[in-house]
C-alpha cells in the first residue's frame, strides 16, 4: 500500500502543472493481459476497459516514455490496428526500446496502461512482464511488423579454417548502447540509382534509426516509407527493402554485417470467397544467390502464433506455392477473424479481416538459417449485405 501511495504522490506531482488528477489504481480481473511469444511481449486489454483515450507508456531506467505512433515505429513496439474478442493487442520486441535484455536469454519490460476520462483525469496501471527464449536464435532473423522492421544478426566472429596456419579467437563485436564507442562503427545505405551513403551510427539514430547490439546480435530495425527504403516488384508483388551494411574498420581488420530488410506491402486481395494474401518465396533483396536457397519450413498462423496443418484444414485456410509465390487463402468468414458491420450510402455492409502471421525459414550462401516473420492484417473490402432479423417467437 505504501508504494501505492509514493506512486500516487510522484505522477500527481509530475502532472500537476497540466491541471490533470493523476491516480494510480489496480486492474480488473483479465482487463490487461500480458504474455510471453515467441521473440516478442504481448499485452491485451479488453476495448471496454480501455475506453476511447488510451495510450502505454514504456519505463525505463532513465526515462518513463509515451508510446505514440513515430516513438513505437523506430523502438519495436505495434499496437494492432486489427482486433479480435473486443481486445486492443500491443506487441513489442525483444530488442524494443528499453527493455531489460540480459545475455539475450532473458527479457523484462516495464510498461504503463494509461486510461483518461472526459475531464482528462488519467489513471495509471503499471505492470511489468519478464519472458525466457524458448527457441535459439537463428544466425539471422528478419521481422516486418505492422508499423517497422526489424533484423538481427548473430554476430560472433567465426574461427578460421582449421587449415589456415593463423588461428583466430572467437570473439564478438564491440559496439554497445550510446556512447563515444558508437561513433566508430559505420552504416551504410544502398539505394538504386543513389550513390552509397556512409554514416556513423551516432547519425543514423538521429534519423529514426536503431543501429544497436546485444551480448550476440548486431540489432537494426527502420520504420517503413523512410528515406532509405525503396519500393521493389518481386514476382509481381511490391515489397519494401532497406540495403544496409554496419561495419567497423581498423587499419588490420575490417568486419561488415549485412542487416538488409525486405517486407510484402501485398494488402491483399478477395475473389469473392477467399481472402488471398501473396509473398516472394524468394526475397531477392535478401536472397543473393537464388541458386543456393534452399527451403527449410513454411508456416501460417494467426495473432503471431504458428498453426498446425490439422487446424488450418478444420478452418479451409490454405497455403500453397502458386509459381514463385507462398500464398495464404482464407475463406470468407472463417473462424479466426472477425466481421465488421457498416451502412454505406444506406446500404448495410460487412467486411472480413483477420490477422495473419507467416514465418519461413530458408538457408543460402550467406546463413545457414534466416528466419523471416511478418505480421499481415489483410481485409476485405465492405460488400454490400441484405439485412436480416431473427424472429426468436
Not at 16 to 40: G, K
Not at 64 to 81: L, M
Request: aromatic share 12%; charged share 20%.
Amino acid at each position: 500500500m505504501a508504494g501505492g501511495v509514493e506512486l500516487f504522490v510522484r505522477v500527481a506531482f509530475l502532472y500537476a502543472s497540466l491541471f490533470l488528477w493523476v491516480t494510480a489504481a489496480d486492474q480488473p480481473v483479465d482487463a490487461i493481459v500480458s504474455e510471453c511469444q515467441d521473440r516478442y511481449f504481448c499485452v491485451s486489454v479488453d476495448r471496454g476497459f480501455a475506453g476511447q483515450d488510451y495510450s502505454f507508456n514504456v519505463i525505463g531506467e532513465q526515462e518513463t516514455q509515451r508510446v505514440d505512433a513515430p516513438y513505437a515505429a523506430q523502438c519495436g513496439f505495434t499496437y494492432s490496428t486489427l482486433t479480435l474478442a473486443g481486445r486492443l493487442i500491443f506487441r513489442a520486441s525483444f530488442f524494443a526500446c528499453n527493455v531489460k535484455n540480459v545475455d539475450d536469454q532473458t527479457f523484462t519490460l516495464s510498461y504503463q496502461f494509461v486510461t483518461r476520462d472526459e475531464s482528462g483525469r488519467a489513471t495509471f496501471f503499471p505492470s511489468a512482464i519478464t519472458c525466457s527464449l524458448v527457441l535459439p536464435w537463428k544466425p539471422r532473423e528478419v521481422v516486418c511488423e505492422e508499423n517497422y522492421m526489424e533484423v538481427s544478426v548473430r554476430r560472433n566472429v567465426p574461427l578460421i579454417d582449421q587449415e589456415d596456419p593463423i588461428m583466430l579467437q572467437d570473439t564478438t563485436l564491440g559496439f554497445q548502447g550510446p556512447g563515444d564507442a558508437t561513433a566508430t562503427w559505420q552504416i551504410s545505405f544502398r539505394k538504386l540509382g543513389i550513390p552509397e551513403q556512409i554514416m556513423n551510427v551516432t547519425y543514423a539514430r538521429s534519423l529514426g534509426y536503431v543501429v544497436d547490439s546485444t551480448s550476440s546480435r548486431a540489432v537494426f530495425r527502420s520504420a517503413y516509407n523512410k528515406s532509405k527504403t525503396e519500393i521493389l516488384k518481386v514476382d509481381g508483388v511490391t515489397v519494401e527493402a532497406i540495403d544496409a551494411t554496419i561495419f567497423f574498420q581498423q587499419k588490420w581488420m575490417l568486419i561488415l554485417i549485412d542487416v538488409s530488410a525486405a517486407c510484402t506491402k501485398d494488402p491483399g486481395t478477395f475473389d469473392g470467397a477467399y481472402l488471398i494474401w501473396s509473398t516472394p518465396r524468394i526475397m531477392l533483396p535478401l536472397v543473393q544467390d537464388p541458386s543456393s536457397f534452399e527451403d527449410k519450413s513454411i508456416g501460417m498462423g494467426l495473432d503471431g502464433q504458428l498453426l498446425g496443418s490439422s487446424t488450418m484444414n478444420q478452418r479451409g485456410y490454405k497455403l500453397e506455392l502458386v509459381k514463385q509465390l507462398l500464398q495464404i487463402s482464407i475463406p470468407y468468414g472463417a473462424v479466426g477473424g472477425y466481421l465488421e458491420s457498416r451502412v454505406i450510402d444506406n446500404h448495410y455492409n460487412q467486411r472480413y479481416s483477420i490477422d495473419l502471421f507467416f514465418e519461413h525459414l530458408w538457408a543460402d550462401d550467406q546463413y545457414e538459417v534466416t528466419q523471416h516473420c511478418m505480421f499481415v492484417p489483410v481485409s476485405t473490402p465492405f460488400i454490400p449485405q441484405t439485412p436480416f432479423t431473427i424472429d426468436r417467437k
